[in-house]
């Protein structure tokens, strides 16, 4: 059975960089059926998407984040990670990873990590 | 930017049928996905395609998509249904969510 574990320090100063990894277990990183995404979800708030990577390393962001977000696979660890830089309280949030299963047109997150509550404050 | 637009709250009576509703522009040229989060958990998966259930989600658990709107229908809805659901699409590669509903089974 697939499983996505997040992991990363739960407190971030602002203006700083966010970084969390996510460990794939129970099924490769590299199987050309999937590939991988972060969403995050502020306190009592709804669901906001961040980034996508295939294991090759493409990736594609949410545009309005895109300058500061970078997301990249490590194969050989079977993990990906995010890293969110000039981070504000704004931004502190549930970080989920998760996985696209991929569907032509659809390619929904049919599975999802525990989530990492990061708190952004000084 | 592509914004989907979900109604805040919905409630149902135990064994009614609740309709949820996602509405963006040309909604129906694109597929919709929708996702069960309960409080204190991860989303599940609960409909993909517009109208597939992934293995294990109930069969009360359907969903159509035509013109700007996406509908999730929980027939014979049960409380342990009580969650919070979102629907999803894709837009210009990349992915958008809607603002989410809560469901109220009472």
């Known amino acids: 059975q697939l499983q996505l574990q997040e992991s990363g320090p739960g407190l971030v100063k602002p203006s700083e960089t966010l970084s969390l990894t996510c460990a794939v277990s129970?099924?490769?990183?590299?199987?050309?059926?999937?590939?991988w995404g972060w969403i995050r979800q502020p306190p009592g708030k709804g669901l906001e998407w961040i980034g996508s990577v295939y294991y090759s390393g493409t990736t594609f962001y949410k545009p309005s984040l895109e300058s500061r977000v970078t997301i990249s696979v490590d194969t050989s660890k079977n993990q990906f990670s995010l890293k969110l830089t000039s981070v504000t309280a704004a931004e502190t949030a549930v970080y989920f990873c998760?996985?696209?299963?991929?569907?032509?047109?659809?390619?929904?997150?049919?599975?999802w990590g525990q989530g990492t509550v990061v708190t952004v404050s000084s | 930017s592509y914004e989907l637009t979900q109604a805040p709250s919905v409630s149902v009576s135990p064994g009614q049928t609740a309709s949820i509703t996602c509405s963006g522009d040309k909604l129906g040229d694109k597929y919709a996905s929708w996702y069960q989060q309960k409080p204190g958990q991860s989303p599940v998966l609960v409909i993909y395609?517009?109208?597939k259930r992934p293995s294990g989600i109930p069969e009360r658990f359907s969903g159509s998509n035509s013109g700007n709107t996406a509908t999730l229908t929980i027939s014979g809805t049960q409380a342990m249904d009580e969650a919070d659901y979102y629907c999803q699409a894709w837009d210009s590669s990349t992915v958008v969510f809607g603002g989410g509903t809560k469901l109220t089974v009472l």
């Open positions: 998760a996985r696209h299963l991929a569907v032509v047109g659809s390619d929904p997150f049919d599975m």
């Open positions: 395609q517009d109208t």
């Open positions: 129970g099924g490769s990183i590299s199987s050309s059926s999937n590939y």
